[in-house]
Nanobody, 125 residues
Framework: VQLQASGGGLVQPGGSLRLSCAASGQTFSGYTVGWFRQSAGKEREFVAGIRSTNSNPYYADSVKGRFTVSRDNAKRTLYLQMNSLQSEDTAVYYC???????????????????WGQGTQVTVSS
C-alpha cells in the first residue's frame, strides 16, 4: 500500500489542523493504520492508531482528549483531527499501515510496514 500524507502547516497555539492520509494499492480496510510524529533530535513516537479488526482508536497520553483519529475505508483515507495544539506538538507527522501489527506492539514504529512521506506541523505564535 502507498500512503500520501497532507494537511500540515503553521498554526498558532490553541489552533486546529486536520491531517489526511490517502492510501492506494491493496485493500485499505485490512490494515491497522496510525500516526506517528518526530521532532528534531527525538525518536519517532506514536500519536494515534486504529486497528483493522475494529474501529476502536488508541492514543498517546500526550494527545488524548485533543486529537481524534478516524478512517474512511470507502475513501481509503486516514484522518487526524488535532485541536488545542501546543508548541510541543510541533513535528513531522507520518501516517503508517500494517497488516500484521498486534495490539501489544501498536505503539512501536518498527511494527509497521508502510509509511507516508510525512507532513510538517508547526505550532508557533
Amino acid at each position: 500500500v502507498q500512503l500520501q500524507a497532507s494537511g500540515g502547516g503553521l498554526v498558532q497555539p490553541g489552533g486546529s489542523l486536520r491531517l489526511s492520509c490517502a492510501a492506494s494499492g491493496q485493500t485499505f480496510s485490512g490494515y491497522t493504520v496510525g500516526w506517528f510524529r518526530q521532532s528534531a533530535g527525538k525518536e519517532r513516537e506514536f500519536v494515534a492508531g486504529i486497528r483493522s479488526t475494529n474501529s476502536n482508536p488508541y492514543y498517546a497520553d500526550s494527545v488524548k482528549g485533543r486529537f481524534t483519529v478516524s478512517r474512511d475505508n470507502a475513501k481509503r483515507t486516514l484522518y487526524l483531527q488535532m485541536n488545542s495544539l501546543q508548541s510541543e506538538d510541533t513535528a513531522v507527522y507520518y501516517c503508517t499501515a500494517s497488516r500484521t501489527v498486534i495490539l501489544s506492539n501498536l505503539r512501536s514504529p518498527s511494527s509497521y510496514d508502510y509509511w507516508g512521506q510525512g507532513t510538517q506541523v508547526t505550532v508557533s505564535s
